[in-house]
């Protein structure tokens, strides 16, 4: 069965500094997708970066990049000079073309940004 | 703009008293989705529409179910809510295959 695990419940960072969320992942599956996505307190899901099992650069969208580690299973997020606007849950979801098209999300990281 | 609409935005209904919340899309995705998210856990998969082929999780509660009349609307259907099932109910579509999931603003719901 696949797993996503996000083992940072809370985390903080002071504004402008880079953070990083973990995310690891268990899956046999050789053709995968790894997502992140943010929920703000209003509880939309913002699809923020998505990273294929073959792609062989990390992706990167504006602030955000993904730290891809296919050997070790690990598809952490990095977010480079945070803004209050990141205070958020962050969830990490992994598809897979075998599971029936279904997104299996991890338990979040709840970041907050000081000022 | 192309996207997924949640109707209503907040519900509240009461203990018993059967509720539908609705979804439409104008993406022209062929798969739907019900997610049922509690405070601070990961969303959970209640169902999915693949087309008009209706797929069940294992743990979803007879107590839901779910319409799809045509493909740009989908409903959830809960018979006799319980105040365990006061949740966020995120709507999401994606075009088969590719996992590019699009998520509706969700509809809040309290059971009183």
């Known amino acids: 069965a696949q797993k996503i695990t996000q083992t940072q419940p809370g985390m903080f960072v002071q504004e402008k500094e880079a953070v990083t969320l973990d995310c690891t992942y268990d899956?046999?599956?050789?053709?995968?997708?790894l997502f992140w996505y943010k929920q703000p307190s209003s509880g939309e899901m913002i699809f923020l970066i998505y990273?294929?099992?073959?792609?062989?650069q990390n992706a990167t969208e504006g602030r955000y990049s993904l730290n891809f580690q296919k050997a070790r299973k690990s598809a952490n997020l990095v977010i480079s000079a945070s803004q209050l606007g990141d205070s958020a849950m962050y969830f990490c979801?992994?598809?897979?073309?075998?599971?029936?098209?279904?997104?299996?999300f991890g338990t979040g990281t709840r970041l907050a940004v000081r000022p | 703009d192309a996207m997924v609409i949640q109707n209503p935005r907040y519900q509240v209904t009461q203990f018993g008293k059967p509720v539908t919340l609705s979804c439409s899309q104008t993406l022209n995705h062929n798969v739907m989705y019900w997610y049922q998210q509690k405070s601070s856990q990961a969303p959970k998969l209640l169902f999915h529409y693949y087309d008009k082929d209706f797929n069940n999780e294992a743990d979803t509660p007879d107590n839901f179910q779910s319409r799809r009349p045509n493909t740009s609307f989908c409903f959830l259907d809960i018979r006799s809510p319980g105040l365990g099932d006061a949740a966020m109910y995120l709507c999401?579509?994606?075009?088969?295959?590719?996992?590019?999931?699009?998520f509706g603003s969700g509809t809040r719901l309290t059971v009183v």
């Open positions: 999401a579509t994606s075009r088969v295959g590719n996992g590019g999931y699009t």
């Open positions: 990273q294929g099992s073959y792609d062989q």
């Open positions: 899956t046999s599956d050789p053709s995968y997708g």
């Open positions: 979801a992994m598809f897979r073309k075998s599971s029936g098209d279904k997104l299996t």
